[in-house]
């Protein structure tokens, strides 16, 4: 079974704090993928990565950053929090062997206070 | 870019046929993907399409018509567990692997 953890299920922190947020996945997927979800705005994609060291922005980059050292570790950093960074943040990761799509495998997910 | 729709919210009874209707208008499409989701927990893969006509696997299907933008998830003989999020997401045809979401189908089922 393919499997993504996620540091924490809930973090707490004050405006103005970097925050980390780290996922790990042990299935060599080249795909890793961080997103944000809120009440009724769906799944949003902040950024994603199909390699180690390759970056791309997804549809809301802003305020974030992330690093891929490793192929099984995606990093989220929230530079200088803000309480509307508060939500649920989602990894995901999946293979990508040439063009087909695969599906995304998911983490749990960490609940971000930031007050 | 992405356009994609579905209802917000549904309500079935135990037992009963439920179909979560999704549209999509796209500039690229590389697959059409069904998650649930249960409330607090991370959405989990149900179901993939990418030619069009049925595919079943045990009480969920799901259907793909590729030149109509559409699919649907038909859930049969409904448990107290299928209460959930659906979430229909689009696989954009680039090599990233990048699929956009719906907002997803809140569906309740009732006793």
């Known amino acids: 079974d393919v499997k993504v953890t996620q540091s924490s299920r809930y973090l707490v922190k004050r405006t103005g704090e970097k925050v980390f947020l780290e996922c790990v996945q042990d299935?060599?997927?080249?795909?890793m993928f961080w997103y944000r979800q809120d009440p009724g705005l769906g799944l949003r994609l902040i950024y994603f990565?199909?390699?180690?060291?390759?970056?791309e922005k997804g549809d809301i980059p802003e305020g974030y950053s992330v690093s891929r050292e490793k192929k099984e570790r995606f990093s989220l950093i929230l530079e200088s929090a803000s309480t509307n960074q508060t939500s649920m943040y989602l990894c995901a990761s999946s293979l990508s062997p040439g063009p087909v799509t695969y599906e995304q495998y998911f983490g749990p997910g960490t609940r971000l206070t930031v007050t | 870019g992405q356009n994609i729709d579905q209802p917000t919210e549904m309500t079935a009874t135990e037992g009963a046929i439920v179909q979560i209707n999704c549209t999509y208008q796209?500039?690229?499409?590389?697959?059409l993907f069904w998650y649930q989701q249960h409330a607090g927990e991370a959405p989990t893969f149900l179901s993939y399409?990418?030619?069009?006509g049925l595919e079943e696997k045990g009480r969920f299907s799901s259907f793909l018509s590729r030149s109509k933008g559409y699919s649907y998830l038909l859930l049969k003989e409904l448990q107290m567990k299928d209460s959930a999020s659906y979430l229909c997401?689009?696989?954009?045809?680039?090599?990233?692997?990048?699929?956009?979401f719906g907002d997803g189908t809140t569906l309740t089922v009732k006793p």
């Open positions: 796209t500039s690229g499409f590389n697959g």
């Open positions: 299935m060599d997927h080249e795909n």
């Open positions: 399409n990418v030619l069009d």
């Open positions: 997401a689009v696989g954009e045809d680039t090599n990233a692997g990048k699929s956009t």
């Open positions: 990565s199909y390699d180690v060291k390759m970056k």
